[in-house]
């Protein structure tokens, strides 16, 4: 299936606003943030650099896909805290307006302790996406999410593939920042099918800033 434009900016827009938006409204608190203020000062400039870019091009580096835009296939975006910065200063680079260290800060802090998966799911059903599961898998053991979204209704491309986009985080602190972890997703192209599909995504974490 070929991504019309439309329907690539509705995906990777997903991420965009889930990054910015998810955290809207914390307080900072007394937590030790995830990166130094060294690489925030780096996931700055990567943001301003790079703020031409459409959306999926300035994710790409950070997901991973299953094979394509079809039916019972899927596209995952780790955002780490270095992508999650890069991203509001996109947005602050993009509008014009200043950078607001402050808030970028408290919104860290909140998302500290966690691993944080942006997903895309293509179905054959508007409901499909209430059949979804996750799993992070890490050395033979599986790790239930803490907090997950997925819509209740997908939304349909040109070709009547349905599509549904949501996110799902872990509590991460038995896990080494070098690890390999792998996110197990398990749903039904249909809700009524009797099929489970199951993907699995691998990330290297050394490998994503």
């Not at 239930?144 to 799902?168: H, L, N, Q």
């Not at 398990?186 to 099929?195: D, G, Q, T, V």
Request: proline content about 2%.
């Amino acid at each position: 299936m070929k991504i019309s434009k439309k329907l690539r900016g509705f995906l990777c827009m997903a991420v965009f606003v889930s990054a910015l938006l998810f955290s809207a409204g914390c307080s900072r608190r007394e937590v030790a943030l995830p990166i130094s203020d060294k690489e925030i000062d780096e996931a700055v400039k990567f943001g301003k650099d790079n703020s031409s870019l459409t959306n999926t091009e300035f994710v790409s580096k950070w997901t991973l896909d299953s094979g394509g835009y079809m039916k019972g296939e899927g596209i995952v975006t780790i955002v780490t805290p270095f992508l999650r910065v890069a991203l509001m200063s996109k947005k602050s680079s993009a509008q014009g307006s200043g950078f607001n260290r402050r808030f970028t800060e408290s919104v860290l802090a909140k998302e500290a302790g966690f691993l944080h998966f942006e997903v895309t799911l293509f179905g054959d059903s508007y409901a499909f996406g209430r059949t979804v599961d996750f799993l992070l898998l890490h050395e033979g053991k599986e790790i239930k999410p803490v907090e997950k979204f997925m819509p209740s209704y997908a939304e349909m491309a040109r070709d009547y593939t349905c599509i549904a986009s949501g996110w799902v985080k872990f509590d991460n602190k038995d896990i080494p920042k070098d690890a390999t972890v792998r996110l197990s997703v398990r749903f039904k192209e249909n809700e009524n099918s009797k099929e489970t599909k199951k993907l699995e995504f691998n990330f290297n974490l050394k490998e994503f800033r």
